[in-house]
């Protein structure tokens, strides 16, 4: 079984940072996109950041130049750098992999896994 657990999220300021990580962990042979997501209130779930397995990166236009992701493979691990934060930016933020993994059986199998999300709020 393979899940992601993201953690880093909270109540902050505008103009202040955060940092999340997720971690993956199950039978995972490997990983290919790790990212996150967000979804305000009332509003569809929507692609923050991405990082592939060779390390490029691509962010969505509104948080350019202020949110960083970078990834530790050897620890299945991704971070997403949350700086200069503005009310907007609130919302559940959530984990995304897309990877194989190793079934009961041992045959490997793809997979595109959802963490449960981490609230980030930040005040005006």
């Known amino acids: 079984q393979v899940q992601l657990v993201e953690s880093g999220g909270g109540l902050v300021q505008a103009g202040g940072s955060l940092r999340l990580s997720c971690i993956a962990s199950g039978s995972i042979l490997s990983i290919n996109t790790m990212g996150w997501y967000r979804q305000a209130p009332g509003k569809q779930r929507e692609l923050v950041a991405r990082?592939?397995?060779?390390?490029?990166?691509n962010y969505t236009d509104s948080v350019k130049g202020r949110f960083t992701i970078d990834r530790d493979n050897a620890k299945n691990t991704v971070y997403l750098q949350m700086n200069s934060l503005k009310p907007e930016d609130t919302a559940v933020y959530y984990c995304?992999?897309?990877?194989?993994?190793?079934?009961?059986?041992?045959?490997?199998?793809?997979?595109?896994?959802w963490g449960r999300g981490t609230l980030v709020t930040v005040s005006s």
């Open positions: 990082t592939s397995s060779g390390g490029s990166a």
């Open positions: 995304n992999a897309v990877l194989r993994y190793s079934d009961p059986w041992g045959s490997p199998r793809d997979l595109g896994v």
